[in-house]
């Protein structure tokens, strides 16, 4: 696709951007919008709440999630977020850059996050009992009051599964393995619109840790 040149990213045949009228972008072209985005970020508060146990990391970095506990330690550059989303197409899913366009590849994920992108593709099932689920992979079953529907609470986890006991054997660090796990992607992977609940579908993946 042909771009206007350095100082206008807008490809030639402006008739593309069918969502135009409705994009941040068209707002700042007007002028009528400058302040910086700070979209919601509930990785920071997880981690003032769980401090992870140095005993459970060798289950943490096996699972491949130690790249993503690592990021929540990183300064997040607002105003590269802010032009990032101003440049994003929802029409052909790529920035328009001066330049061209880019996007976003499954090899980007896997060098920033540290998820693992090889072999077979990762399924699982949202049928199942919470309690049976929970005894056998968490080691404990949660109240009512920390659900919502199939979603657990992360402040309840981070309660009842950040600090195992000083003579915790292996299946009790497992078991909060699993649920710093499931909370580490509640908190930054699959958040939720406020970030305090976490689905359950996630947990029977996590069932071998070893």
Not at 40 to 47: D, E, I, S, V
Not at 85 to 94: D, L, S, Y
Not at 185 to 198: A, M, R, T, W
Request: hydrophobic share 45%.
């Amino acid at each position: 696709m042909a771009f206007r040149g350095l100082h206008d990213a807008d490809p030639l045949d402006r008739s593309v951007l069918v969502l135009q009228d409705r994009h941040r972008s068209n707002l700042v072209d007007t002028e009528q919008l400058q302040e910086v985005l700070h979209p919601r970020q509930q990785m920071r508060a997880f981690l003032s709440m769980w401090r992870m146990d140095r005993r459970i990391h060798p289950y943490v970095i096996r699972a491949g999630f130690y790249g993503i506990y690592c990021l929540g330690h990183i300064m997040i550059d607002w105003p590269l977020i802010t032009c990032l989303v101003e440049r994003w197409r929802p029409e052909t899913h790529t920035f328009h850059v001066p330049f061209g366009e880019m996007t976003i590849t499954l090899q980007d994920v896997a060098i920033i996050l540290g998820l693992r992108i090889d072999g077979p593709a990762v399924t699982g099932t949202c049928v199942f009992d919470v309690a049976e689920l929970c005894g056998e992979l968490l080691g404990v079953i949660p109240p009512p009051d920390a659900l919502r529907g199939s979603a657990i609470s992360i402040r309840w986890l981070c309660q009842r599964l950040s600090t195992p006991a000083p003579d915790a054997n292996e299946v009790a660090l497992q078991w909060s393995a699993r649920g710093f796990i499931l909370a580490l992607l509640g908190s930054f992977l699959f958040e939720d619109k406020k970030g305090v609940h976490v689905h359950l579908c996630f947990l029977p993946l996590l069932r071998d840790l070893m």
